[in-house]
């Protein structure tokens, strides 16, 4: 009995396939790409980002500086008369520049971590900030995909009409412009 059947059900098994394949067809995905480095740099916060950075990297390197002039004085101090000090006097001296000096290795130690702890969130920030957007700006705009490259390298495609990166800076900038809400 399911052998009567079985004609008519493949016949209508192929007509709803070749209908999706037909209506896929009709679906055309937008796909388009962002380069990286255009993105970063014509993202106004981005620079804003970079400056925050750098002022840190600025400070840490002045109290890097300041510290290390600071040992350099409490080197000399110690070296005055060294050779006319007793040799219990001599180790003390030695003994404490020593703690002097690995206090300032672990303080600049502590000042890069830090420094790359801060950029590391910062970059972050802005990366989640730039990825929400994008997604957005996708779904907006009917976008499948939107890839990010780096210095355009795409294996193949028009990219003239694949690249959105000029309009998502655009429109990025806009967003997250001050006084600016959603």
Do not use: C
Request: net charge positive; hydrophobic share 45%; glycine share 6%.
């Amino acid at each position: 009995m399911i052998s009567k059947f079985l004609p008519g059900f493949s016949l209508l098994i192929a007509i709803i396939a070749l209908s999706l394949g037909a209506y896929s067809h009709n679906q055309q995905q937008k796909v388009a790409y962002v380069e990286t480095d255009r993105l970063l740099h014509g993202f106004t916060l981005s620079a804003k980002v970079q400056a925050e950075i750098d002022s840190a990297q600025a400070k840490a390197q002045s109290e890097i500086q300041r510290a290390g002039d600071s040992l350099a004085a409490f080197k000399l101090r110690i070296e005055t008369d060294y050779a006319n000090k007793p040799v219990a006097e001599r180790a003390k001296r030695e003994q404490v520049l020593v703690g002097q000096v690995q206090a300032f290795g672990q303080f600049r130690e502590a000042s890069a971590r830090r420094l790359a702890q801060l950029r590391a969130d910062k970059l972050q920030g802005m990366a989640d900030k730039v990825n929400v957007f994008l997604a957005e700006f996708g779904n907006r705009n009917g976008y499948a995909v939107i890839f990010a490259t780096v210095n355009g390298n795409i294996a193949y495609g028009d990219t003239e009409k694949m690249d959105i990166t000029d309009e998502v800076v655009r429109e990025l900038n806009r967003q997250f412009q001050p006084g600016f809400s959603k």
